[in-house]
């Protein structure tokens, strides 16, 4: 399993500039519950939250009332947060806020797992730097699909002994990411999922008993520092 490390928690309520769609008028801070068990996150707002991190630098994550949290990271090997739904499924998701990388990479996707198989996927909006440039994580090109007024590139990657939902596992990253990075919008998962089946990119189950969660997640890596504050529905 990764390490969960804890979250700093925060204690004064701040608000500061939120973008926040009409039907979210009340942003109110709500408690932050730390978790230490798998995978670490919990239901607020009526809505799924989870973070994982590698245990490095400092990640103070907030969430806001309903689907909305913020973030502010620094010196961070790799972290995971965010907030969604819990099992995942090929649904409709929007949102808006802001995403601000200011050092090392950061990505903004809808994240999320299935099982059997067991793959991590990605349908990555935003980032600092395309992750597929990275030559060490052997990204596979397998074609691309346009959705939601953009373009995105599919790709596969292998993860050997990395840390998942069930455990230190050997699994496949499904990602689509789009050529011109946005924040906010609508990101529709069924066209994602049919182009990655029509390449043989086949997904399990999103199954609620192994966390396959599905969030609007906020990822800093290679030594990451930012701020994100956005809000899902
Ligand atoms: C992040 O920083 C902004 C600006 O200082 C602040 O408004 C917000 O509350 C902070 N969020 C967290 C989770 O610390
Ligand atoms: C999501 O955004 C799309 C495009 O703006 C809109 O047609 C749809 O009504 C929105 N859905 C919800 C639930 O807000
Ligand atoms: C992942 O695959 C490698 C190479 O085949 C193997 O040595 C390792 O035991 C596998 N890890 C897991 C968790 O199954």
């Not at 989870?50 to 994550?61: H, P, V």
């Not at 903004?108 to 597929?132: F, K, M, Q, R």
């Amino acid at each position: 399993m990764p390490i969960l490390s804890s979250i700093l928690l925060l204690g004064s309520a701040v608000v500061g500039s939120y973008a926040a769609p009409a039907d979210d008028s009340a942003l109110a801070k709500n408690s932050v519950v730390e978790r230490s068990v798998p995978p670490g996150g919990g239901y607020n707002g009526g809505y799924y939250y989870t973070y994982w991190t590698a245990g490095q630098g400092t990640i103070d994550y907030e969430n806001y009332d309903v689907g909305g949290y913020s973030i502010n990271w620094s010196g961070v090997a790799d972290f995971t947060a965010g907030k969604g739904w819990m099992p995942g499924s090929d649904r409709t998701i929007n949102y808006s806020g802001t995403f601000t990388p200011t050092a090392g990479n950061a990505l903004l996707s809808v994240y999320g797992w299935t099982i059997n198989p067991l793959i991590e996927y990605y349908i990555t909006d935003s980032y600092a730097t395309d992750p597929s440039t990275d030559a060490s994580a052997g990204f596979t090109y397998k074609g691309s699909v346009d959705s939601d007024g953009g373009t995105y590139k599919i790709y596969t990657a292998p993860r050997e002994n990395a840390g998942s939902i069930i455990g230190t596992a050997n699994f496949t990253q499904y990602w689509s990411i789009r050529t011109t990075p946005r924040v906010g919008g609508t990101i529709t998962t069924s066209n994602h999922f049919n182009s990655w089946a029509s390449l043989g990119m086949n997904l399990g189950t999103f199954d609620a008993s192994s966390y396959c969660y599905q969030i609007l997640s906020t990822e800093g890596l290679w030594q990451s520092s930012g701020s994100s504050a956005l809000t899902v529905w």
